[in-house]
């Protein structure tokens, strides 16, 4: 295998930022190592450099940043970098070449095969004889080209081309997962929303219509609540919150709650101050609360009773959501959980909350449910304190 081959697949597996791998490349030089292994971790850290930019996608601004740290991987004069439509980037010398990059890569761009083109340049002086240009691919798709432009064309650089093309590839699939797991996650968060207006929009304006005549100051308190719930709930600034934030919108709804049920709805709060910073999913526990309410009261005469619970596991806030209505079979929990049973707005928003900290955090931070027929429900939700990629927005 190439050197620059193995190096590049190193790269992509790695995922170093790239500080910390420049660090470690002066830790080796420190060290004395080989010419051999200084050159590897000197690409390893070039293709850190360049990766983030591609990570928003084959963009001007991205190929823009990225294109300097691609032309140092191939050790070459000049490359090009072009999307369907048009050039993106001529970075490098004989720059005079920029206005024919897109039409060198035409036919690669059509059939999507690398092409190895001599170029006719007047100038003696120039370093751009040849062009390798390579596709750039996703899911099976060509979205564009990267041109490499020298003095000549050797099997090795046609090899280290394709390469680079093809780590150029694994980048851009990443930004097509990170843009399909964004909208999956606000396609989700619509979902709560949608369920949560019909239903309890229409008993907290019912309820609040009850009190405009009989105690007038009750009915404006209970309209300022809320209009902060719904405008906290259906805001559309980040996919993050703080627990605090989360627990103030969970608070304005229980208030509304309580001034519909009176006394037949108890609810008790003890929450540990030190993980109220904590940044968690938007709306991760407003369907878990909701959800008890109408098991722990609708769904049961008497007194219905609500214990919610925020403490400090560590590395992770622990926070659990119980009530002691009427329970739910095991086996329908677990249709729920994996999206095979939606009737019923409770189950929409278990299995919604379920599957978004599962995509934020990993499998093992699913919802920890225990239940039982006519023996109530508790439900546990785990998050750590600090997490790649979340922070609160709570513009």
Same mark, same amino acid.
């Given at each position: 295998?190439?050197?620059?081959?193995?190096?590049?697949?190193?790269?992509?597996?790695?995922?170093?930022?790239?500080?910390?791998?420049?660090?470690?490349?002066?830790?080796?030089?420190?060290?004395?190592? !080989? %010419?051999?292994?200084?050159?590897?971790?000197?690409?390893?850290?070039?293709?850190?450099?360049?990766?983030?930019?591609?990570?928003?996608?084959?963009?001007?601004?991205?190929?823009?940043?990225?294109?300097?740290?691609?032309?140092?991987?191939? =050790? !070459?004069?000049?490359?090009?970098?072009?999307?369907?439509? *048009?050039?993106?980037? @001529?970075?490098?010398?004989?720059?005079?070449?920029?206005?024919?990059?897109?039409?060198?890569?035409?036919?690669? +761009?059509?059939?999507?095969?690398?092409?190895?083109?001599?170029?006719? #340049?007047?100038?003696?002086? #120039? %370093?751009?004889?040849?062009?390798?240009?390579?596709?750039?691919? /996703?899911?099976?798709?060509?979205?564009?080209?990267?041109?490499?432009?020298?003095?000549?064309?050797?099997?090795?650089?046609?090899?280290?081309?394709?390469? $680079?093309?093809?780590?150029?590839?694994? *980048?851009?699939?990443?930004?097509?997962?990170?843009?399909?797991?964004?909208?999956?996650?606000?396609?989700? $968060?619509?979902?709560?929303?949608?369920?949560?207006?019909?239903?309890? &929009?229409?008993?907290?304006?019912?309820?609040?219509? !009850?009190?405009?005549?009989?105690?007038?100051?009750?009915?404006?308190?209970?309209?300022?609540?809320?209009?902060?719930?719904?405008? @906290?709930?259906?805001?559309?600034?980040?996919?993050?919150?703080?627990?605090?934030?989360? +627990?103030?919108?969970?608070?304005?709804?229980?208030?509304?709650?309580?001034?519909?049920?009176?006394?037949?709805?108890?609810? /008790?709060?003890? &929450?540990?101050?030190?993980?109220?910073?904590?940044? $968690?999913?938007?709306? #991760?526990? *407003?369907?878990?609360?909701?959800?008890?309410?109408?098991?722990?009261?609708?769904?049961?005469? =008497?007194?219905?009773?609500? /214990?919610?619970?925020?403490?400090?596991?560590?590395? *992770?806030? #622990?926070? /659990?959501?119980?009530?002691?209505? &009427?329970?739910?079979?095991?086996?329908?929990?677990?249709?729920?959980?994996?999206?095979?049973?939606?009737?019923?707005?409770?189950? &929409?928003?278990?299995?919604?909350?379920?599957?978004?900290?599962?995509?934020? @955090?990993?499998?093992?931070?699913?919802? $920890?449910?225990?239940?039982?027929?006519?023996?109530?429900?508790?439900?546990?939700?785990?998050?750590?304190?600090?997490?790649? =990629?979340?922070?609160?927005?709570?513009?």
């Amino acid at each position: 295998m190439e050197p620059l081959v193995a190096v590049l697949v190193v790269a992509a597996l790695v995922g170093v930022p790239g500080v910390v791998l420049w660090r470690l490349l002066r830790g080796r030089r420190d060290l004395g190592s !080989s %010419p051999a292994e200084r050159a590897t971790f000197e690409t390893l850290h070039t293709a850190s450099l360049a990766a983030p930019p591609l990570r928003a996608g084959l963009t001007q601004a991205g190929a823009l940043k990225a294109s300097r740290h691609l032309r140092e991987l191939l =050790g !070459s004069p000049a490359v090009a970098v072009t999307d369907r439509e *048009q050039l993106l980037v @001529y970075d490098g010398a004989g720059d005079h070449h920029a206005q024919d990059a897109f039409e060198h890569a035409a036919a690669t +761009l059509e059939d999507g095969r690398t092409q190895v083109l001599a170029l006719d #340049c007047p100038l003696y002086e #120039c %370093p751009v004889r040849h062009a390798v240009v390579v596709p750039l691919t /996703t899911d099976d798709r060509v979205v564009g080209s990267l041109a490499v432009y020298g003095d000549h064309a050797s099997a090795g650089l046609v090899r280290a081309a394709q390469e $680079v093309a093809r780590w150029v590839d694994s *980048q851009l699939q990443l930004a097509e997962l990170d843009r399909s797991r964004t909208m999956l996650m606000e396609a989700e $968060v619509r979902a709560l929303r949608a369920q949560i207006s019909p239903h309890f &929009i229409y008993n907290s304006l019912t309820t609040i219509a !009850s009190f405009v005549r009989t105690d007038p100051e009750r009915a404006r308190e209970l309209l300022l609540e809320f209009a902060d719930f719904t405008r @906290y709930s259906f805001r559309r600034h980040g996919d993050f919150t703080t627990l605090a934030e989360e +627990l103030r919108s969970i608070d304005r709804y229980l208030t509304l709650e309580r001034a519909r049920f009176g006394d037949q709805l108890q609810v /008790t709060l003890r &929450i540990a101050p030190e993980v109220l910073p904590v940044a $968690v999913p938007f709306l #991760c526990l *407003q369907p878990l609360v909701e959800n008890a309410v109408r098991h722990g009261l609708e769904s049961k005469p =008497g007194v219905g009773r609500i /214990t919610i619970v925020a403490e400090d596991a560590g590395a *992770q806030c #622990c926070i /659990t959501v119980e009530d002691d209505g &009427i329970g739910m079979d095991p086996e329908r929990l677990r249709r729920v959980l994996a999206g095979e049973d939606r009737s019923g707005a409770g189950g &929409i928003g278990l299995a919604n909350v379920d599957e978004r900290l599962r995509q934020v @955090y990993g499998d093992e931070y699913g919802l $920890v449910v225990e239940t039982g027929p006519e023996a109530g429900t508790k439900v546990t939700v785990r998050a750590p304190k600090y997490h790649p =990629g979340v922070a609160a927005d709570n513009r």
